[in-house]
């Protein structure tokens, strides 16, 4: 579990205030911490049912202000027809804005090394943008790609968002290029906001530098959401700004990591060859170090998968052929190809890129694809090249019940199905919790009392059933009484929670509801409402 001794309040910072902006300091010390914040509630209220409270900081303590998000809370809020629902959205949608982007400099400040060639090869040049997951004061690759990834749709017309999210991208990429095994990182140095440490002894090689680096926990998922970012901004505003030779630098090094993490335990000699990657931390849990010394367990020749010491959860893998990663990877290599190919030049690495999507994707299906025999063909969770697989899912992204949203499969799709039902089984799923007072997929690093909101979101983003939408997304809003998603709620208390402040939960719950504004405005606008749809 990530501690929540290591806090770091709003007031103890010398960052800047609302982007481009500098705040008087007297204001930004006044702005409470918002752990303690998000943990009470406050007005106004919503007056529906639940009475869900008002959750935004005050005005001049936000992190970062977008009118263009300002607009969207106001129209879909204005039109929503449940209350509680619709306060929900408007403390959620702005939640990272609000609260995470701990530093951001759209880039003027360097504009006296400006050159191309200069920005282009220095450290921390260009737009720069430092997210916090929430209550811990470090950035974790996977979560601050999914906390932007709502805002994505908006840049094309607030320029705020676009130098926002292309700063985040030339800052994940700096990351990346420092130090490509680790998961969480601390705020870059021209921010002067200082380093915390998260308190854990560690073993790791390769080693790091711990002013730069959180945690080092080596997740497949980290490197893919880096890819994630990038094309998903290409995707919405058709800019490659953030093409830079910095970036190309960060993507050689991911490619070295892949190289690396594909080598099998032992080699066609059959001889052992230790991994470059090992992790030993002293602890009594035994998801949060690794087996073998630091290793891991042992995984076969000659699958094509790429290995995974930790899942999204930071909790170790059993079988370091970790299914939901790699599928994701695969998809993002061939994006960034297309990427590559769309604006000309580096045909090469352009091919090399597509070439390992399209070889990666079907190890996936010709490994990860088992068979069950209660529900026929399905996704493993983790499979070790020796026969050996793990039928299971965590609430975390990348998951198997996530698999359309990662663009790897269509929600019709058969195999996909039978997974479906096998993980929203209790009998298929061991991590599928139930009790008197809440359901849904939960996993190792909370406990086996604690399901997770994201998973109920991630269920109806994977479905046009209105009845399975519904009762997700409303399970989910009479979990999240202090008018926030947690992370992982008590099956048996619902008032029972983890993490008042988790930004990531905030963001896939907007994007469940403008999704569902999009396709079935009725479900949450009313008979014959017209749908909602970013523009
Ligand atoms: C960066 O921020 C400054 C100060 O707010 C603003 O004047 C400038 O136009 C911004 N630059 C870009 C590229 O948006
Ligand atoms: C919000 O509603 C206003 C007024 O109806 C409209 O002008 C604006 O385009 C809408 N914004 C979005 C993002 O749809
Ligand atoms: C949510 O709570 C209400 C009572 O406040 C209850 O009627 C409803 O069945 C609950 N919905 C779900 C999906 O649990």
Not at 161 to 181: C, D, K, R, W
Not at 411 to 421: A, G, I
């Amino acid at each position: 579990m990530r501690s929540l001794s290591l806090l770091i309040t709003l007031t103890s910072l010398g960052a800047k205030g609302v982007a481009g902006r500098d705040e008087p300091s007297i204001l930004r010390r006044a702005c409470p911490d918002y752990t303690s914040y998000s943990s009470t509630g406050h007005a106004p209220y919503s007056g529906g049912p639940l009475n869900l409270p008002f959750q935004r900081p005050a005005v001049e303590c936000r992190t970062f202000a977008s009118s263009a998000v300002e607009e969207v809370i106001d129209n879909v809020t204005s039109r929503m027809v449940d209350k509680d629902m619709a306060q929900l959205f408007r403390n959620a949608f702005p939640n990272t804005l609000d609260t995470t982007i701990r530093w951001h400099t759209n880039g003027t400040s360097t504009a006296t090394t400006s050159r191309k060639t200069r920005r282009d090869s220095a450290q921390w040049q260009g737009a720069q943008t430092f997210v916090v997951t929430g209550d811990i004061n470090a950035e974790w690759l996977r979560d601050s790609t999914n906390q932007l990834s709502g805002y994505q749709a908006l840049a094309k017309k607030d320029k705020d968002l676009y130098n926002l999210i292309l700063g985040a991208i030339n800052t994940q990429a700096e990351f990346v290029i420092q130090s490509p095994y680790c998961n969480a990182f601390q705020p870059p140095p021209p921010s002067g906001i200082q380093a915390t440490s998260n308190g854990q002894k560690d073993t790791v090689h390769p080693a790091y530098e711990p002013s730069v680096v959180y945690e080092c926990k080596y997740e497949l998922d980290s490197l893919a959401n880096f890819l994630a970012l990038g094309n998903e901004f290409y995707e919405n505003t058709g800019s490659t700004e953030f093409l830079t030779s910095r970036w190309y630098l960060a993507l050689n090094t991911l490619l070295n990591v892949l190289d690396a993490q594909s080598q099998p335990t032992f080699n066609d000699k059959l001889q052992y060859v230790q991994n470059q990657y090992t992790f030993q931390r002293e602890t009594t849990l035994g998801t949060e170090t690794l087996n073998l010394a630091g290793i891991g367990n042992p995984l076969n020749r000659g699958t094509g998968l790429i290995r995974s010491a930790f899942r999204p959860s930071d909790d170790a893998t059993i079988l370091g052929f970790f299914i939901p990663p790699n599928a994701m990877m695969s998809v993002q290599l061939k994006k960034t190809a297309n990427l590559l190919q769309a604006v000309g030049g580096q045909a090469d690495l352009a091919s090399n890129l597509q070439t390992r999507g399209e070889n990666l994707e079907q190890a996936v299906r010709k490994h990860g694809i088992v068979h069950h025999d209660k529900y026929g063909d399905v996704y493993a969770y983790e499979v070790d090249g020796y026969g050996s697989r793990i039928f299971m899912d965590d609430a975390n992204v990348p998951s198997l019940l996530s698999l359309p949203l990662l663009g790897f499969v269509d929600k019709s799709d058969e195999v996909y199905q039978n997974t479906r039902k096998m993980i929203l089984d209790p009998d298929g799923n061991p991590y599928y919790l139930t009790g008197s007072d809440f359901h849904g997929i939960g996993g190792p690093h909370i406990g086996l009392q604690n399901a997770w909101p994201m998973s109920l979101l991630v269920q109806a983003l994977t479905t046009d059933s209105t009845s399975e939408i519904l009762e997700s997304i409303n399970l989910v809003r009479n979990s999240s009484l202090l008018g926030l998603v947690h992370e992982s709620i008590d099956v048996n208390n619902i008032k029972d929670y983890t993490r008042p402040w988790f930004a990531w939960a905030n963001s896939v719950f907007a994007q469940t509801i403008l999704k569902v504004a999009a396709e079935q405005p009725a479900l949450i606008f009313g008979d014959g409402a017209e749908p909602y749809v970013i523009s």
